[in-house]
């Protein structure tokens, strides 16, 4: 995903892990992100440049699942969130950290997530978010979810970040 680095929130140190805000968007849409980042240097995220950074989501809670939009908005009547929606929890006071409230769309489910590195029974799941694409994974000694493409997940997702070889 193409987002610009903005600034360190907590430099990186020897290997490269950090805190990085950044902005991403679609269009017209930009929002602030904060990115964990992985072997990323100070040098590697001049600002105010665009970089190219694979983000990878990891669940810090067990998704809240909905049927499809209409049972989003049933369930959240009461105050207005958009079902396609980005809360930078993280970046909102101290201390920092790379938290973010995602609403979005399942695309794909990943039926061996074995062979991405994960156990066999973490769930591998992909979303679409104001026109971002995000790679997921919910750890199965969570609990238990079940997903299919359509659903709407809300959750909130530990963001993590490294450069791909191009940037």
Known sequence: MIVRPEAWIIEPDAEGDGLLKAWAGHG??????????????????????????????????????????????????HFSMASESVIPIGLLSPPYDARVLLNGVVTEIYDAPVEYGFGEKDTLFSFSCLGNEYDAVYYADAGKITLKEGNIVSCVYRLHGVLRESS
């Open 28 to 77: 017209s849409t930009e929002f602030p992100l904060p990115i964990e980042t992985h072997g990323v240097f100070i040098e590697n995220a001049a600002f105010p440049c665009e970089k190219d950074f694979e983000l990878f989501l990891e669940c810090v809670k067990t998704p809240d699942v909905y049927r499809d939009e209409e049972a989003f908005r049933a369930a959240h009547k």
